[in-house]
């Protein structure tokens, strides 16, 4: 949902072009590090930039990424300079980092098993709590910057404008059974933290996205790719 900033061709008004029925998954970005980076934890991310001001690089999955925005608010709520590297994808960004190339990622994707193994770092994660997936990830917000959450990368259903409210009721309680079913809801934890919640809700999200990212994508004159 952040394209509509970032392509001013792309007219879009949630309200009118879209019925919400619910969110079914949400990722937020984590932080890794090379083991061999300067610093162990986002703490010390945070001294080293503003040690070395400019210094720093941080691969992200591609410009106006939900990864490149989120890095822009971090690099502004911290008052910190680094350089965000672009990718084409997180795989290669991911790879970068893993083999010394790049010193740090953001990334909106599942980077447990990488740092489970040892060959990244764990730093944080862009939420504003720690997720339940991955509660031994501390957040940005306890690492030195109080109150930081990024935008998100998150899938939803959405239904046609004018679709019946009794339609979109049935849509939604089956979509919010199937995510308190505990098989089901454990493989979404595969891939993302299991959200559903109300029409409204799934709203608000769009609403809360276009706000967030929207001043950042429109001030650094960013493209959709």
Not at 127 to 142: D, F, I, Q
Not at 144 to 158: D, E, I, L, N
């Amino acid at each position: 949902m952040i394209r509509p900033s970032a392509d001013a061709s792309f007219a879009f008004e949630p309200a009118r072009d879209y019925a919400p029925v619910a969110l079914t998954w949400e990722v937020w970005s984590s932080i890794v590090a090379n083991p061999n980076a300067p610093f162990r934890d986002m703490k010390g991310l945070i001294a080293y930039a503003r040690a070395n001001p400019g210094k720093l690089n941080m691969a992200v999955g591609g410009v106006g990424s939900v990864d490149h925005v989120t890095g822009n608010l971090l690099k502004q709520a911290a008052g910190i300079d680094f350089q965000l590297i672009p990718h084409n994808g997180a795989a290669p960004a991911t790879a970068a980092v893993l083999g010394g190339h790049i010193e740090t990622a953001m990334l909106a994707i599942n980077l447990e098993p990488q740092a489970a193994s040892g060959k990244l770092l764990r730093l944080a994660t862009a939420s504003p709590k720690r997720l339940a997936e991955a509660p031994e990830w501390p957040t940005v917000a306890e690492s030195g910057v109080p109150g930081f959450a990024g935008v998100t990368s998150w899938v939803g259903v959405f239904a046609a404008p004018g679709t019946p409210r009794d339609i979109i009721m049935k849509l939604n309680g089956a979509i919010n059974a199937a995510l308190n079913d505990p098989a089901t809801r454990a493989r979404v934890q595969n891939v993302g933290a299991p959200t559903g919640g109300t029409p409204e809700q799934a709203l608000a999200k769009v609403h809360e996205d276009l706000a967030s990212a929207g001043p950042v994508i429109r001030k650094l004159g960013l493209k959709f790719e």
